[in-house]
């Protein structure tokens, strides 16, 4: 395999499975806060500004949701190659031709994929010879054990 020759091994599939729990639980606790919040004021209320909290609330547990999603899978991995829970599980998002941190767009497009397809992106590594998934094939990219820290 071409990667695993120039920039280091490729991860198995289990190897994905810590990261993305522990980028998905950050990203969870951040929507239940609002959420929860939020629902507590809505239900507590009689109407006027205690409502308008609520749904404020909600709103902000939805938005700082996909802000942590944005800046967590996207802006840092064409930062740094690795989310949160990569680094802390020793991988990283290349882009496979060149070893290098995926391109904005590219790293968009292999996120929405994956989140559009969910498992069924994750299932076709485990029959493609590169390990990649179908959103890695699409963004050109791939995953790589480096040392963790």
């Given at each position: 395999m071409?990667?695993?020759q120039?920039?280091?091994?490729?991860?198995?599939?289990?190897?994905?499975?810590?990261?993305y729990?522990?980028?998905?639980?950050?990203?969870?606790?951040?929507?239940?806060?609002?959420?929860?919040?939020?629902?507590?004021?809505?239900?507590?209320?009689?109407?006027?500004g205690?409502?308008?909290?609520?749904?404020?609330?909600?709103?902000?547990?939805?938005g700082?949701?996909?802000?942590?999603?944005?800046?967590?899978?996207?802006?840092?991995?064409?930062?740094?190659?690795?989310?949160?829970?990569?680094?802390?599980?020793?991988l990283k998002?290349i882009?496979?031709?060149t070893?290098?941190?995926?391109?904005?767009?590219?790293?968009?497009?292999?996120?929405?994929?994956s989140?559009?397809?969910?498992?069924?992106?994750?299932i076709?590594?485990?029959?493609?010879?590169?390990?990649?998934?179908?959103?890695?094939?699409?963004?050109?990219?791939?995953?790589?054990?480096?040392?963790?820290?």
């Amino acid at each position: 395999m071409y990667v695993e020759q120039n920039y280091g091994p490729t991860t198995e599939f289990t190897d994905r499975i810590a990261p993305y729990l522990i980028d998905y639980a950050i990203q969870t606790v951040i929507l239940f806060v609002g959420y929860f919040v939020g629902v507590g004021f809505l239900v507590g209320s009689n109407g006027g500004g205690a409502s308008a909290i609520g749904l404020l609330m909600i709103f902000l547990g939805l938005g700082g949701s996909f802000a942590f999603w944005f800046w967590n899978r996207i802006y840092r991995v064409t930062q740094t190659g690795q989310s949160i829970g990569r680094k802390m599980m020793g991988l990283k998002v290349i882009d496979a031709a060149t070893g290098q941190h995926p391109a904005m767009g590219a790293q968009f497009l292999r996120e929405l994929i994956s989140s559009l397809l969910g498992i069924i992106s994750a299932i076709f590594m485990l029959f493609d010879d590169q390990r990649q998934t179908l959103g890695d094939k699409i963004g050109k990219t791939q995953v790589i054990k480096v040392p963790k820290g």
